[in-house]
């Protein structure tokens, strides 16, 4: 099979093309929460979903060929969902396809350019691949995205500062080694976490939902805490916040 070449630079040309051609404008970011204020969530959205849990079922089991199935389903029924794309590279990795990984991780950044979980994974699989370069601008977007208050964040913040400093220095090439591989220990653990807690994903889009209404982008606001609402149904404050953001969009 014939590998594909990454361009030096790909992440920070595609965060700008990204960021330049999905976001929304208000009107129709307002136009996009009243219309999901009626019914929240469609079939198909619900459906994908539910094709997603069932694909993360059979990944547990090491099922991977249904799981990618699941996961394909699921991204037919609903391709703005951003999560079964980054399940597909997850998935690929474990195949030892670290090109059709990368794709899917790029498929997800694009339905998501904030998706922190999707520029974590790239930046891995960069570093796996020595190209330090696009590690980099991968570490940088998701320290940029993520709370200071979120390991993640500053796990990026750290291996960000240890690219540079490699690359300026060459005799600590063994303790960057080291700190990639103690990094994909982490990302193994948790991913598989994330996996298994159906409250953990929840906190994940409504961390972004929140983000999202504070920057007046209200249509991801909603699409985010919708997601939040199906993995944790019970939750008030994900309830009272859908409420708000339908006010805000209808008030507009």
């Known amino acids: 099979m014939k590998v594909k070449s990454y361009p030096k630079l790909l992440i920070g040309a595609t965060i ?8 929304v404008p208000a009107s ?22 539910s094709y997603r849990t069932e694909g993360l079922e059979a990944q547990r089991t090491n099922d991977y060929d249904a799981a990618l199935n699941l996961y394909q389903k699921a991204v037919a029924l609903d391709p703005n969902y951003a999560v079964p794309y980054n399940d597909m590279g997850i998935i690929y990795e474990s195949k030892g396809d670290n090109d059709r990984a990368m794709d899917s991780y790029f ?8 998706y922190e979980s999707a520029y974590t994974n790239l930046a ?30 500053q796990k990026a913040i750290a291996r960000l500062r240890d690219i540079k400093l490699s690359m300026s220095d060459g005799s600590l090439q063994d303790t960057n080694e080291q700190n990639v591989l103690d990094l994909i220990k982490d990302m193994a653990v948790y991913k598989e976490e994330l996996g298994k807690d159906d409250k953990a994903l929840s906190r994940d889009h409504f961390t972004k939902a929140k983000r999202s209404f504070k920057e007046g982008d209200l249509a991801t606001a909603m699409k985010e805490a919708i997601d939040a609402q199906y993995f944790d ?17 209808l008030s507009l």
């Not at 700008?16 to 976001?23: E, G, M, P, T, V």
């Not at 691949?129 to 964040?153: I, Y």
Request: aromatic fraction near 8%; charge should be positive.
């Open 233 to 249: 149904p019970d939750n008030k404050e994900i309830e009272k916040f859908i409420e708000k953001t339908q006010t805000r969009a």
């Open 124 to 153: 891995i699989l960069y570093e796996s691949r020595r190209d330090l370069v696009n590690a980099a601008a991968c570490w940088q977007k998701r320290s940029e995205l993520g709370s200071l208050d979120d390991p993640w964040t």
């Open 16 to 23: 700008i093309i990204l960021a330049s051609c999905f976001s």
């Open 28 to 49: 129709a970011a307002d136009k996009k929460a009243a219309s999901a204020s009626e019914n929240n969530m469609t079939e198909l959205q619900k459906q994908a979903r």
């Open 107 to 114: 498929r997800a950044i694009k339905v998501d350019p904030f």
